[in-house]
C-alpha cells in the first residue's frame, strides 16, 4: 500500500522505477521529529527492509565534517586560512599545472603560488576528481589513488600521489569539486598527529553524542547490529 507521507511517496516512485534501492528520511521542526519514512530495502536480495538505525554511507557528506573540524583548529590559531599547505605538506612544494583539462600529463607550467588552506576550504586549490575529466588526469587520479571514496592506499603514500600529479588549475583560481577535502582532512590529522578518525571522534562525534558515526564498522555491527552511519576512509 502506497504511503500517504508526500515524502515516503516520491521515495516509494524512484524505487518502483529502479533508480533507488531504499532511504530513509526524518525531520525535526520546533523541537519535534515531525515527519519519519523508511522505505525500501537496505539489503535488496535478502529483502530486508531500511529501518530507522539501518546503516548508510554518507561520502562526501564527510566534507562539512572534515571542514568543521578543520576550522576548530583554525580558531585555535594552529594556521590561519592563507599559511600555504606546504608547511605541513611539503610534499606539495613543487606543484605544476595541466596546460588543459585533456591534456597529455606532461604538458604544464609551474604554478604560480602554494595551495592555501582556503583554497582547499573553498574547492579552488586546483585538485579536482579523476572522473570528472576524460582525458590522462582521469586515468592518471584513478592509478595513483585508487578509488574517490575508498582506497587502498595508505594516508601518507596517497598525499604523495596526489602531490605528484598536475592540479587543473592555478590554485585559487576556480572552483573544482574534488580531493580538496580529502587532503585537508589528512593535513589536521598531521597537525594533531593522530589518525582522522580519531580526530573527528574526539572533537566532533563524542562531544555531539555521534556514537554511530564513524570511518569503520565495528565487527559486529557486520554481523546484525545495525545503526552506524558510515565515512569515507582516509582515516588510518
Known sequence: MKSEDPIATAIEAMIDAGALAGAATLIWRGGKVVQIATVGWRDVEARLPI?????FRIASM??????????????????????????WAPEFSQ???????????D???PAERPITFRDLLTHRSGLTYGASHTGPLSNAYQDALGGEVDSHVAPDDWTARLAALPLIDQPGLGFHYGHSTDLLGLLIARIEDVPLGDLLKRRIFDPLGMKDTGFTVPRKRETGERGCTVLTRLDD
Open 51 to 55: 529501518e530507522r538505525d539501518t546503516l
Open 62 to 87: 564527510t566534507k562539512p565534517i572534515t571542514s568543521t573540524a578543520a576550522l576548530m583548529l583554525f580558531e585555535e590559531g594552529r594556521f590561519t586560512l592563507d599559511d600555504p599547505i606546504t608547511r
Open 95 to 105: 606543484m605544476r599545472v595541466l596546460s588543459s583539462s585533456n591534456a597529455p600529463l
Open 107 to 109: 604538458q604544464t607550467y
